[in-house]
């Protein structure tokens, strides 16, 4: 049996990361409380995307604290939309990118890259390689376990870090 969960990302401009982080971890705590382990967790980026911009990169950031080092071996970093390659070589290109820069502290982790190649045969791989038992992510253990509020956790301070930082640009600006 599998349960699919599509959670907002952290760059949805109608609403705050703060209200979507809360959403996410809500809904984490709820599910660890009542006994649901999670299988895995896949991150989905689309390989047209010319660029990471600074806030993808705080999103990812965000996204490794609530996952946490001790589950990165069950998070599948999947690139998308390769059907829509017009050349080759810069999709390539973006890939080592990725690995090499933004994704490297996950994969060094444990993570996994793959390519959802737009078939069904190719989401079930990606579902399929995620294994065996589920274990708790590293936000519903400090939720839960530690009993620490959201804004305690490593995603919580993160996400307060990136905001002070954005506040500090501000004034600068000025």
């Known amino acids: 049996e599998y349960i699919f969960v599509d959670t ?3 760059n949805v401009l109608n609403r705050s990361a703060r209200d979507i982080l809360h959403t996410i971890a809500d809904w984490l705590e709820r599910k660890y409380r009542g006994g649901l382990l999670l299988t895995g967790v896949i991150y989905t980026h689309g390989i047209t995307e010319r660029q990471m ?3 993808l990169c705080e999103n ?3 996204f490794s604290c609530i996952c946490g080092d001790k589950v990165a071996g069950r998070v599948r970093l999947v690139t998308t939309m390769w059907d829509r390659v017009k050349d080759p070589q ?7 990118q990725l690995e090499r820069n933004f994704w490297k502290p996950l994969l060094d982790a444990g993570a996994r890259h793959m390519r959802f ?3 069904k045969q190719s989401a079930w791989d990606i579902v399929k390689d995620l294994g065996g038992e589920g274990e708790p992510l590293l936000l ?5 376990d530690a009993g620490r509020t ?5 995603a919580g301070h993160t996400l307060y870090l990136q905001f002070q930082k954005f506040l500090q640009g501000e004034v600068e600006a000025h």
């Open 8 to 10: 907002p990302g952290l």
């Open 53 to 55: 911009d600074g806030l």
């Open 60 to 62: 990812l950031d965000i």
């Open 90 to 96: 810069d999709a390539e290109t973006m890939v080592s």
């Open 117 to 119: 190649k737009n078939s």
């Open 140 to 144: 519903q253990r400090e939720l839960v």
């Open 150 to 154: 959201l804004y305690e956790t490593f």
